[in-house]
């Protein structure tokens, strides 16, 4: 199979697996005991911890551990707004993930104050309607740093600065980090955020781990309670091997950066290439600003679904869109939010690349399309 849907999951690297591996057989007990498989655990826990915060240029205790990226969004979302007992307003854009959206909905079930800013043809928000909807009651503000449909860029450094310039805003800022980070540096200083949250399994890490950086001084209402782990920020039972898995993970991807940059741009250069020169009217969806790995294409005439059987039938995996809202019938909430005829969305396929790789895989990507688009044209 040629995989090309690693905006969904993406396969775990091999020194990821050694590593977990070789933790299993002494830190598998509970980080909260006082014996030795507990100390055990709790040494490689709080070391994945100070691994982390490493690479993202923060301090440790500003690592909460989650059990993924919905989890993060929920937290930071519904944690920011809900914090000291308050109903917080929240302000995002139409083109979020479907848990900061569900979590939105939630909030403003319960009375919190909601706007939601539009964005342009390219699927971007602009940073001054963003803070121009920000009032002294905004709690949070949630805009991502990159689509999981399209890729699409946010500028969320802009954003967070003129949050912080609008008058009277008290408003934490949280970007949704999930896509971007497996080739994009996120060091948190130069972001400017709040809070952030990243899952393990896009870059190369295992599945059920997530993180969210929670800046120093910083207060949210926990979403799961119980035991009060995590400085009370995430109570449960720690997932000692998925949290060193993560931190494995990360430090391998952004030492592989630059190789994953070259190699995954020239994959996506050959393989939007060649499509262009043999598919009439093909559009290529947020082409000014989107991460080197998604190419989401919109075929003319041509029902999805039926695309993706056919590539799935010749070993070529790819998808329709968000990987949390496979098999729905709805048209993307993104693309309608870009101002995308249903027609056109509905021929719409997402391809996205990642640690695997090859730039010759471009290549093999395009004539298996090509293939797969016999007769439906």
């Not at 209402?221 to 993560?246: D, F, K, Y």
């Not at 009217?281 to 039926?306: C, K, M």
């Amino acid at each position: 199979m040629l995989y090309l849907d690693h905006a969904a999951t993406t396969p775990i690297r091999p020194q990821v697996w050694k590593e977990i591996y070789a933790l299993a057989d002494r830190g598998w007990g509970n980080p909260t005991g006082f014996h030795a498989s507990a100390r055990a655990a709790k040494n490689a826990l709080e070391e994945a911890r100070e691994r982390v915060a490493a690479v993202l240029g923060c301090r440790p205790l500003e690592v909460v551990f989650t059990g993924g990226g919905t989890e993060s969004d929920n937290l930071a979302v519904k944690g920011g707004a809900l914090a000291g007992g308050e109903r917080g307003g929240v302000v995002t854009s139409a083109v979020e993930h479907e848990a900061v959206l569900s979590s939105v909905r939630f909030l403003e079930a319960w009375g919190c104050p909601v706007t939601r800013v539009g964005v342009d043809r390219d699927g971007l928000v602009d940073p001054s309607e963003v803070a121009a909807a920000v009032t002294p009651h905004t709690a949070v503000v949630s805009v991502m740093a990159a689509n999981n449909e399209t890729g699409a860029r946010q500028p969320v450094r802009e954003i967070a600065e003129a949050v912080e310039d609008r008058a009277g805003s008290k408003a934490l800022v949280h970007t949704d980090s999930v896509q971007s980070f497996v080739s994009e540096e996120l060091a948190v200083e130069d972001l400017g955020v709040d809070l952030m949250s990243l899952a393990a399994h896009k870059f190369g890490g295992p599945t059920g781990v997530g993180l969210l950086y929670v800046r120093h001084g910083v207060a949210i209402e926990p979403v799961a309670h119980g035991g009060g782990q995590e400085l009370g920020r995430r109570s449960g039972t720690h997932h000692v091997l998925g949290a060193v898995g993560m931190a494995r993970a990360m430090e391998l991807a952004a030492e592989d950066r630059e190789r994953y940059q070259r190699d995954v741009g020239e994959a996506r250069r050959r393989f939007e290439e060649a499509l262009s020169e043999q598919v009439p009217g093909l559009s290529i969806t947020s082409p000014s600003a989107r991460t080197i790995q998604h190419s989401h294409l919109r075929f003319p005439g041509v029902a999805n679904q039926t695309l993706l059987v056919r590539l799935d039938q010749l070993g070529l995996a790819a998808s329709a869109g968000s990987s949390c809202q496979s098999g729905a019938a709805q048209v993307s909430h993104v693309l309608s939010a870009m101002g995308i005829p249903d027609s056109e969305a509905r021929s719409s396929v997402r391809f996205s690349f990642g640690w695997t790789t090859q730039p010759s895989d471009g290549d093999l990507a395009a004539k298996l399309t090509l293939r797969a688009l016999e007769g439906l044209l």
